[in-house]
């Protein structure tokens, strides 16, 4: 309840908040009696409410994504920004449009998804993982490398096409300022299919998270499991950067919310999930609007702030139960 | 002399003389030995001018990062220990950011020192816990999360910069050599001259200690001081490297256990010494491949280090992974 509550705030804020504000009245005017003379109906439409849509399909993508990825690495630390797979599909799209010499919204639907996934591959497998054995000291500093290696390539092709800073910056932290230009119906569905599929694999990517001999034992196929897994991270992954570039520490902060909320039970996780990841991403965005304003502070460099206290609180209680 | 230690002096050398004779003009390396003492004819403007104050700077950066590496990597006894990963870089490059958008003039070595020490006294503030000691892995992964949140600090505040500012800022965060004057080669070394004198009284602790901690109290040596005191040393170091060419990743990381593999090195000063040589080694060449590998382009050298140093990461981690270190 009261995430669904803050999830209403948060979009509300998103559509009313910034350099033309609109209060409640007016924009449950602006949802039922649209009317396009009034400017301030325009800005909702045309430019807060991309932003919006955006915001709710990075934002439940990526809060999926970090659930699925911590239970599959059994890592609390896990998380697609943090371990490179949001920095492998900025990757493949740079280097898709640099070698096509286009930039459209096809060429990145089209290549976020294998550089997610040959990201999210790699650096399960340097974890560990396939000895069905992610030990979490060794996939977080991997997963550092692997996204230290993506970051640096993807700034050197973008500096390479000296694009500007704005293009630059998109590429590195992820932002919701271009949202009209973004793919967001067709990851919205593919975000939404991927949560469906979700739902579906939860009980047997629940067993993985109780370690390997463990989910043997209760007669998981591991190899499909943890494919299964994989796949749905590569997938929501893969959508969050094409709507919003590569946002870190999303999928890191909400999954312990999600857990207090709905205890062990992976499904019902990955509902409130999705919920807590747009509302994070949602006010972070507004904030961000608000902070320096008239300037705008990308939504990817307020998550890593609300992140990276987050990350040393949780690496401080790593201990006995996680292998080095 | 090993034929290993002459394989890392020639690497240094034919790696400085490359990055001073290629470039988007070629100088022939007689050109720029005429250059160097006639200071007439192309080779004089290339390296008096142009490329030297770089490769100069290139140099003492690497090489002041290839001995803070060393120091952490003997002290913590793990060769992921690298004031890199701990948060010190990025704690020292915050602090020169932070400087640059309130307004403060301060002489940038002095930030980037603060800001190395703040990051370290914050990584040990959090990890210690009375009474037990801390893993070095844990230290890591904090030390980890200390950076992650100084450089999101650091993006944050160059956002506040003006345009024109803020492009600068965001190419000396990722760790850069472009424009160096002598002024600024002149200043890095001093420092790091200062530096390595008093790291030189420091070797006989750091020699003592790693015959054990109670038999180096036995000899006696003061350990928690000693230890403390090379600690400093090792953020001091690479603070004074931060403050001349911004946060370059992955150096430190590489350089000592580069130096001791080709060396052989085993006495803890010949160990320092081949860290350092081999730090300078990389930086200087992942300086001139970032600089004229594509022409036309220059690449801040920070972003080379880490397209190199990162498999390098990956490749330490599964080897510790195969000894069960992990």
Known sequence: MVVATLLVVACALTLGVGARGVGPAELWRILTAFDPSDPAHLTVASIRLPRLVAGLVAGAALGMAGTVM????????????????????????????LLLGRADTGIVTALVFPGAAIAAGMVFALGGGLRGDVGAVRLT???????????????????????????????????????????????????????????????????????AAMARGLGTRLMRAQ?????????????????????AF??????????????????????????????????????????????????????????????????????GGWRA | MRSGTIAL?????????????????????????????????????????????????????????????ALLQSLLRNPLASPDLLGFNPGAGLAIIAATSFGIAWPA????????????????????????????????????????????LSSFLILALPASQALEAQRWLSGSLAARSWAQAGQVWALGAVLAVILATQVRSLKLMELGEDLAAGLGLRVERARWGLVMMAVLLAAAAVAAAGPVPFIALMAAPLGAALTGART??????????????????????????????????GVMTGILGAPYLLWRLSREMERGGL
């Open chain 1, 70 to 97: 911590q239970a599959l690495t059994r890592n609390p630390l896990a998380d697609p920004g943090l371990l490179g797979v949001s920095a492998g599909a900025a990757f493949s799209v740079v280097l898709g449009s």
């Open chain 1, 141 to 211: 500093l991997a997963g550092a490398a692997m996204n230290a290696l993506l970051i640096s390539l993807v700034a050197a092709l973008v500096l390479l096409r000296s694009e500007s800073l704005e293009v630059y910056r998109f590429w590195v932290t992820g932002s919701l300022a271009q949202a009209g230009q973004r793919p967001l119906l067709a990851m919205g569905l593919v975000v939404a299919a991927t949560a469906f599929l979700g739902l579906v694999l939860a009980p047997v990517i629940e067993t993985l998270s109780l370690g």
């Open chain 1, 227 to 247: 494919a299964g897994a994989l796949f749905l991270v590569t997938v929501l992954t893969g959508a969050a950067v094409a709507v919003a570039g590569p946002i």
């Open chain 1, 250 to 319: 999303l999928g890191l902060m909400v999954p312990p919310l999600a857990r207090r909320i709905t205890g062990h039970n992976l499904r019902a996780e990955l509902v409130v999930a999705a919920a807590i990841g747009a509302t994070i991403l949602l006010f972070a965005d507004t904030i961000g609007r608000l902070l320096l304003a008239p300037a705008e502070v990308r939504v990817g460099v307020m998550t890593a702030l609300m992140g990276g206290p987050v990350f040393i609180w949780i690496a401080r209680g790593l201990k």
């Open chain 2, 9 to 69: 002096s020639v690497m240094l050398i034919a790696g400085i003389v490359a990055a001073l004779a290629i470039g988007d003009v070629m100088v022939s390396p007689a050109d720029l030995w005429r250059g160097l003492w006639t200071r007439e004819g192309p080779g004089a403007l290339t390296l008096w001018v142009i490329r030297g104050p770089r490769v100069v700077t290139a140099i003492a950066v690497g090489a002041l990062l290839g001995l803070s590496g």
């Open chain 2, 109 to 152: 070595p002095l930030l980037a020192a603060g800001g190395g020490i703040a990051a370290a006294v914050v990584l040990v503030a959090l990890t210690w816990r009375p009474g037990h000691s801390t893993s070095t892995l844990t230290l890591i992964l904090v030390g980890l999360g200390v950076g992650f949140t100084a450089a999101a």
């Open chain 2, 268 to 301: 803890p000063a010949a160990r320092l010494l081949a860290a350092a040589a081999a730090g300078a080694a990389i930086c200087v060449l992942a300086d001139l491949v970032a600089r004229a590998a594509i022409p036309g382009v220059q690449l801040p050298v």
